[in-house]
């Protein structure tokens, strides 16, 4: 209990009224407000990392959005993701696994939409994870697939990813969808909120249960062994596995949790696990999601290591 005092103390100290710049324009998901959210219309509250980081954090969200990341038109490859930034359902990190993803992304030629998720774990919350977080995952997909051409977009090459908690809500998200309601007056609610594939980066509060759907899209799964927060990310690859759907996961031997797609530190450059978004890239490519990017910025020489397993009849691989 002391413990969690002082780190809700600390985080009150790093209490800032100065949001995080997102370098995207920022749309709202329900223009009219969110349902759920009605009677609730306090502002967000930012929070700066204390030591030893110094990303930020945004709670208390009630309108929720996604912040657009485009890729230059001529490396745009059509496909897309949701980017659901982690924070134990308290906060979201939309620095590290928000904006710097988005930004390595656009590097891949792949659309990011960063999600600013209303939060089931802030201060005097009412929502819950599996309700108004899951439909704010939910209505980003459709909102994206709604506004594909204008976003040089394929409506059916999107994908949700997430980090940590935000994991979580991508898991969720691949497992409960709809085909659309094509009778809505809502043009958005028309689409699709099933996922074309999933990223769980290591996801949090996961198990063989959250593994419902029959129909559940390939998912690539990524895990730090020496991570204690996200020990169940194989109960769930090993469920995935189990259901038939094609799978891949990348456990790497050290670099905790909560490291985004380009690390806390430094030190993170010349770590074995920092290759895992060139793992991801390599995935999505023998997938089809991808047309060949050959050369591209963000491809690094050195070969990936980590153990890779693969499944659902697909290659099997050690890294």
Request: aromatic share 8%; net charge neutral.
């Given at each position: 209990?002391?413990?969690?005092y002082?780190?809700?103390?600390?985080?009150?100290?790093?209490?800032s009224?100065?949001?995080y710049?997102?370098?995207?324009?920022?749309?709202?998901l329900?223009p009219g407000?969110a349902?759920?959210?009605e009677g609730?219309?306090?502002?967000?509250?930012?929070?700066?990392?204390?030591?030893?980081d110094?990303f930020?954090?945004v709670?208390?969200?009630?309108?929720?959005?996604i912040?657009?990341?485009?890729?230059p038109?001529?490396?745009?490859t059509?496909?897309?993701?949701?980017?659901?930034?982690?924070?134990?359902h308290?906060?979201?990190?939309?620095?590290l696994?928000g904006?710097?993803v988005?930004?390595?992304?656009?590097?891949?030629?792949v659309?990011?939409f960063v999600?600013?998720?209303r939060?089931?774990?802030?201060?005097?919350s009412?929502y819950?994870?599996?309700v108004?977080?899951?439909?704010?995952?939910q209505?980003?997909?459709?909102?994206?697939?709604?506004r594909?051409?204008?976003w040089?977009?394929d409506?059916g090459?999107?994908?949700?990813?997430?980090?940590s908690?935000?994991?979580?809500?991508?898991a969720?998200a691949?497992?409960r969808?709809?085909?659309?309601?094509p009778?809505?007056?809502?043009?958005?609610?028309?689409s699709?909120s099933?996922?074309?594939f999933?990223?769980?980066?290591?996801?949090g509060?996961?198990?063989?249960?959250t593994?419902?759907a029959?129909?559940?899209?390939?998912t690539?799964?990524?895990?730090n062994?020496?991570?204690r927060?996200s020990a169940a990310?194989?109960?769930?690859y090993?469920?995935l596995?189990?259901?038939?759907?094609?799978?891949?996961?990348?456990?790497?031997?050290?670099?905790?949790?909560?490291v985004?797609?380009?690390?806390?530190?430094?030190?993170?450059?010349s770590?074995?696990?920092?290759r895992w978004p060139e793992l991801?890239?390599?995935?999505?490519k023998?997938?089809?999601?991808?047309?060949s990017t050959s050369?591209?910025?963000?491809?690094?020489?050195?070969?990936?290591r980590?153990k890779?397993?693969?499944?659902?009849?697909?290659?099997?691989?050690?890294n």
């Amino acid at each position: 209990m002391k413990l969690c005092y002082s780190l809700a103390v600390a985080a009150l100290c790093f209490a800032s009224d100065a949001p995080y710049p997102m370098k995207g324009p920022s749309i709202p998901l329900w223009p009219g407000g969110a349902p759920g959210s009605e009677g609730k219309a306090g502002p967000e509250r930012w929070i700066e990392g204390g030591t030893p980081d110094r990303f930020h954090r945004v709670t208390d969200i009630h309108q929720p959005s996604i912040t657009v990341y485009l890729p230059p038109a001529e490396k745009a490859t059509g496909a897309a993701f949701i980017v659901c930034p982690g924070g134990g359902h308290r906060y979201l990190v939309v620095d590290l696994e928000g904006e710097f993803v988005a930004n390595k992304l656009n590097e891949m030629g792949v659309a990011a939409f960063v999600l600013k998720s209303r939060l089931a774990n802030a201060e005097g919350s009412t929502y819950k994870a599996e309700v108004e977080s899951l439909a704010d995952v939910q209505r980003a997909i459709r909102l994206v697939r709604s506004r594909a051409p204008e976003w040089r977009v394929d409506p059916g090459r999107v994908g949700v990813m997430g980090f940590s908690a935000g994991g979580h809500l991508a898991a969720l998200a691949e497992n409960r969808f709809d085909t659309g309601k094509p009778d809505s007056a809502d043009p958005v609610e028309r689409s699709s909120s099933r996922p074309d594939f999933a990223v769980l980066a290591y996801p949090g509060a996961i198990s063989s249960a959250t593994v419902t759907a029959k129909e559940i899209p390939p998912t690539f799964l990524f895990v730090n062994n020496d991570d204690r927060l996200s020990a169940a990310s194989g109960e769930y690859y090993l469920a995935l596995q189990k259901a038939k759907i094609d799978v891949e996961m990348h456990v790497f031997r050290r670099g905790g949790h909560g490291v985004g797609m380009t690390g806390r530190t430094p030190e993170f450059e010349s770590m074995p696990e920092s290759r895992w978004p060139e793992l991801l890239h390599e995935w999505m490519k023998d997938l089809g999601y991808l047309k060949s990017t050959s050369g591209s910025p963000w491809q690094k020489s050195r070969e990936p290591r980590g153990k890779g397993l693969r499944a659902n009849g697909a290659k099997s691989r050690l890294n």
